[in-house]
């Protein structure tokens, strides 16, 4: 649980905008079933998390279900040879660790939190499609950006509650 109410609440608006993206990129492509509602699903845990009710929910619920979603990412990464499933999963990881209560060894979720904060920059930067040698007049990647604001999010709900 994250102390700050006012940054509970904000962290609360990120997450609820990125869960409610892929409840609305799930219901537009039922066929990304797996992908969108494990995000949809991770959105709305992670808004339980950060306030005192989410305690009622017990730590083992959390490590299953981000351990068998880690799993799944992992799995999707070496199926496809493709790289961006491992931070999927390695994001899942972070949450086993804060569910299990390793928000309590400052050190490590320190790292974890400042990874997924750097992460959000590389994620936000690709979705509003900057670059230093081009002009892109594309419009926003908003996956890409609800990835950042989701990754930017975990990390400073990892960085709270580790402080």
């Known amino acids: 649980m994250i102390q700050l109410e006012s940054l509970r609440w904000v962290l609360t608006l990120a997450f609820g905008a990125a869960a409610a993206f892929h409840l609305v990129r799930w219901l537009w492509r039922p066929s990304a079933l797996h992908e969108d509602a494990l995000h949809l699903v991770m959105g709305l845990s992670m808004i339980v998390m950060i306030w005192p009710w ?6 083992s619920t959390w490590i299953t279900g981000f351990t068998l979603a880690a799993g799944w990412f992992a799995a999707r990464a070496a199926y496809a040879r493709r790289v961006m499933p491992l931070f999927f999963a390695s994001t899942m990881g972070a949450m086993v660790w ?13 790292g974890f939190g400042g990874y997924l904060v750097a992460a959000s920059v590389w ?14 007049t594309r419009p926003a990647d908003w996956t890409a950006l609800c990835h950042g604001t989701m990754s930017a999010a975990m990390g400073l709900a990892l960085l709270a509650m580790a402080g």
């Open 54 to 59: 989410g305690y009622a929910v017990p730590a």
């Open 98 to 110: 804060m569910s299990a209560g390793g928000h309590q060894h400052p050190w490590v979720s320190a």
């Open 123 to 136: 994620w936000l930067i690709r979705g509003m499609r900057l670059s230093v040698s081009t002009v892109d």
